[in-house]
């Protein structure tokens, strides 16, 4: 029996995407898929394909309602007004102070020592300048100190990092700021002046804090010395008034502050936080007067006279009534009887400090505590004698305060010649 052998016919080599309509198939032919005639019931001639639906036609319809995609514009020319760098070598003497700079002292003595070895070494680090198109000049933003010594040791030219397109803007000042501010030769009040010039740019304290690397406590703290009168600003930018003195007498009134700094300048405080505690006692009094409609003002002759009088045992008594006076008299002796028996506290220290510690481990070896326990006790007590004798302190200088000042009310004072007329 022989085996009829099929070959592939010609529809099977078409595309996929054929179309073949089974109804369109000759009776006994099976459409393309389903089977395949015969080999020898096929004719000699290959047969054409059919033509495929015109899904490529539909594909270049879309194609042409789809729009030409435009080229990109060409990226536009910098323009002179952008802000660009450059590396270059300037004239010395085309170069201009920046008026806002926020410092104001520069030391003669270092400024030599920096032009001596600029002149024997040459220029090691470059300076930052802008460039004015109508003056055609350059403006210092950083590197003054270099500058003014390169004048000094008689360099024409310097490098300079060259800044086009800046102006007169708050990040300039900013950049000048923050390389300035924590260098040992910029005082406080130059500080204190750049960053108030910073947050009247528009900075806020943390901002300012940020930029300069310090906190916004420091910050405040810093702007506040702006309250300082002329005089006790000086004596700060001289190195004659600590700086953390000076921040508690900014808190006081002008006339204050020049009275206050005559007696610093007298050595009439035995330490600076004496003075310290003074300033804080004559602030709140300046400040408890101004609640009752006065005003208090430090004055020598007034202390000389109240010694004078026997006033200065109980400052202030004589406006007092006479109950308050007397509350004030039996609890003065209650608080000193207390106080005298500190002396045998004194005694047992003393007694504790002279003798010998073997003699000591002997005999406190053992009892209630042992010795740590004691050490714990007189640690105990020195702390509370250290709490004690700051508020003493502050005591002392509330006292002197009130022994040396006048209270001065206007309003009592304008109504004296009405009542003497």
């Known amino acids: ?98 008026p806002g700079q926020p410092r104001e002292h520069f030391d003669e003595s270092a400024l030599r020592e920096l032009a001596a070895s600029m002149g024997k070494l040459g220029q090691l680090q470059p300076i930052n300048v802008r460039y004015n198109e109508d ?71 943390d901002e300012v804090a940020e930029l300069v690397g310090k906190s916004a406590a420091y910050v405040q703290w810093r702007i ?64 408890r007067q101004e609640q009752q409609g006065s005003f208090f003002v430090l004055s020598d002759e007034a202390a000389a006279a109240r010694k004078d009088n026997g006033q200065d045992a109980l400052p202030g008594s004589l406006d007092l009534p006479d109950e308050e006076r007397e509350r004030i008299t039996a609890d003065r002796a209650k608080l000193v009887g207390k106080i005298d028996k500190l002396g045998q506290a004194g005694e047992i220290l003393s007694l504790l400090a002279a003798s010998d510690p073997e003699e000591l481990a002997l005999l406190l070896s053992g009892t209630p505590g042992g010795i740590g326990g004691h050490r714990l006790r007189i640690k105990h007590l020195q702390d509370i004698a250290t709490r004690a004798m700051a508020n003493l302190r502050k005591a002392e200088m509330v006292a002197e305060v009130r022994a040396s000042g006048l209270t001065v009310n206007p309003a009592a004072e304008s109504d004296a010649p009405a009542d003497a007329a």
Request: charged letters at 30%; hydrophobic letters at 35%.
């Open 1 to 98: 029996m022989t085996t009829a052998t099929t070959t592939p016919t010609a529809t099977e080599d078409r595309a996929d995407d054929t179309y073949v309509d089974p109804s369109a198939t000759p009776a006994g032919c099976a459409p393309d898929g389903l089977g395949a005639p015969d080999t020898d019931d096929l004719p000699t001639e290959k047969t054409p394909a059919r033509r495929p639906r015109p899904r490529r036609a539909r594909t270049a319809a879309a194609t042409k309602k789809t729009p030409t995609a435009k080229k990109a514009p060409a990226a536009p020319k910098p323009s002179s007004d952008e802000t660009r760098t450059q590396l270059r070598t300037i004239p010395t003497a085309k170069i201009d102070r920046d």
């Open 135 to 205: 003056t055609k000049r350059y403006t210092l933003i950083m590197g003054e100190r270099r500058w003014r010594a390169a004048q000094m040791a008689g360099l024409e030219k310097m490098k300079a990092v060259v800044m086009h397109g800046v102006g007169e803007g708050r990040e300039v000042f900013a950049m000048a700021v923050a390389e300035n501010v924590g260098r040992a030769d910029m005082t406080p009040v130059e500080e204190a002046k750049a960053f108030h010039k910073l947050v009247e740019a528009g900075y806020d304290l």
């Open 224 to 287: 506040d010395l702006l309250n300082l009168c002329p005089e006790a600003r000086e004596a700060l930018v001289k190195g004659q008034l600590p700086v953390g003195l000076s921040w508690y007498v900014g808190k006081l009134s002008n006339a204050n502050q020049v009275r206050f700094l005559a007696r610093w300048v007298r050595g009439d405080f035995k330490s600076a936080r004496d003075a310290e505690s003074f300033a804080q006692a004559l602030h709140t009094e300046e400040k």
